[in-house]
């Protein structure tokens, strides 16, 4: 029988990105000594995505001594330290991949910042495969970006499988686009109304994980 394949958003769907980036804007404008409103500012910076560039806006707005280079690579480390993945879906990856799933995480965004996040939580070795986008500059919503995971992970789109993820364009769009169910990870948001729904709507990754034992086990009766 064919191992089904699920894919994994990454940020604010394994791990809490935005919780880590709160505190880590906390701690860097403390260590620099900048005001108290400028942790807006550079909350505001790393939000949507950070790379090395980043850091060069940041270093030239305050005059900082460190390099780019030397910021960026002590924001990874400090990001790395800060975020966790929850023990419940950890195990739930365990689980996945013990029903003959084939799990993977298809993320957008710095290839180590990512991948120092995967291996901090412990997510790296419960997966058979990562892609990041900018490995191969394919990034998400693309259905080249899904195309990449799923070869990570030892299959092809065209076999099929789920995409699980936060971002209603990025990764429920895309991944339907690519041709793989969609599962949203809600995070206490209600789904856009004007948006094609994805197949299942669920509060956290967790629960998404149980729904996908679920299909697995029913996949298997109807198979037999």
């Known amino acids: 029988m064919q191992r089904p394949l699920v894919l994994f958003d990454l940020d604010n769907t394994l791990v809490d990105r935005r919780g880590a980036l709160v505190d880590w804007a906390a701690e860097f404008t403390d260590r620099?000594?900048?005001e108290n409103e400028e942790r807006a500012y550079v909350l505001d910076m790393v939000d949507e995505r950070a790379y090395p560039s980043t850091f060069d806006v940041i270093r030239s707005r305050y005059r900082l001594?460190?390099?780019a280079d030397e910021l960026w690579r002590a924001y990874c480390t400090d990001i790395a330290a800060m975020v966790s993945c929850p023990t419940a879906v950890l195990d739930g990856l365990d689980e996945l991949r013990a029903a003959s799933w084939r799990v993977g995480v298809a993320t957008n965004g710095a290839a180590d910042?990512?991948?120092a996040k995967l291996w901090a939580t412990g997510i790296s070795e419960r997966v058979d495969g990562v892609f990041v986008s900018e490995e191969a500059d394919a990034r998400k919503p693309q259905t080249r970006h899904f195309a990449l995971a799923a070869a990570r992970c030892g299959t092809v789109l065209g076999d099929g499988g789920w995409m699980v993820g936060d971002n209603p364009v990025?990764?429920?769009g895309g991944?339907?686009?690519?041709g793989l169910r969609t599962?949203?990870?809600?995070?206490?948001?209600?789904?856009?109304?004007?948006?094609?729904r994805p197949d299942h709507v669920?509060?956290?990754?967790?629960?998404?994980i149980d729904l996908l034992l679920l299909h697995s086990v029913d996949h298997t009766r109807t198979a037999a």
């Open 65 to 67: 001594p460190m390099s």
């Open 113 to 115: 910042i990512q991948r």
């Open 202 to 208: 669920v509060p956290h990754a967790r629960a998404a």
């Open 183 to 196: 599962i949203w990870i809600g995070n206490g948001r209600s789904w856009p109304p004007d948006d094609s």
């Open 32 to 34: 620099h000594g900048l």
């Open 175 to 178: 991944g339907r686009s690519a």
């Open 170 to 172: 990025n990764d429920i």
